[in-house]
């Protein structure tokens, strides 16, 4: 896989930017939320959980050349969750293949948040990130992430069954359907400069793993 190459992304009001092990703290914090880890845990992670979530989003910075990012409100500085680009590697069936994923802390759900940082990461995807397709995965009974998805122009390409023997949809999204979809809009992403509009807000449900 090419070296790493992942972005800093300003939109109105978030910045997605790399994860760093100072970030394991508030990591902890949020990742413990019953409700953040719902899909498919139905609980949240413990400390030693949430440490070695996080050095395998280091990893895959090296390994992958994509990744997890932080998402850090710009408003007030503050960790809000995570999201991007990341390989589904818990899910070989669909590789070769780069999903777009995110994960909120129950206070930053219900904002436009999830809709706002994965127009940003599908954005960069297709330009600078110089790909064709790119998956979304969400279990039926998180129908709020779905609806995320489709706001973003993914539509359904198939069923199959995750890791822990759950149902999963996966979605997908072309560049050219992209392209026609994004048509005549404003700029929704930066990398590491001027930012990108916000979006209407999201249902507050968080969506499933993507590592």
């Known amino acids: 896989m090419a070296p790493a190459r992942i972005p800093t992304l300003v939109t109105g009001r978030l910045v997605l930017r790399s994860l760093v092990p100072d970030d394991l703290e508030p990591l902890i914090e949020i990742q413990a939320e019953e409700s953040f880890w719902w899909y498919p ?43 991007g680009l990341a390989v589904p590697h818990f899910l070989p069936q669909i590789l ?3 999903e777009v994923g995110w994960r909120l802390a129950g206070a930053a759900r219900g904002r436009g948040f999830a809709t706002e940082v994965g127009a940003a990461a599908v954005a960069f995807g297709f330009t600078s990130g110089g790909l064709e397709r790119i998956v979304s995965i969400y279990e039926p009974q998180n129908a ?52 990108g509009t916000s979006v209407p807000p999201d249902e507050p449900d968080p969506r499933q793993s993507t590592v």
């Open 96 to 98: 070769p293949a780069v």
């Open 41 to 83: 845990l139905r609980a949240g992670m413990t400390a030693d959980q949430t440490a070695a979530f996080l050095e395998r989003v280091l990893e895959s910075y090296e390994r992958d050349g994509f990744g997890l990012e932080a998402v850090v409100e710009r408003a007030s500085g503050s960790l809000m969750g995570w999201a």
């Open 144 to 195: 709020a992430s779905g609806r995320v998805m489709e706001k973003l122009g993914f539509t359904p390409s198939l069923s199959t069954i995750g890791p822990r023997g759950e149902e999963l949809v996966v979605t997908e999204l072309r560049r050219a359907r992209w392209e026609e979809h994004t048509a005549g809009a404003a700029p929704r992403h930066a990398a590491a400069s001027p930012p």
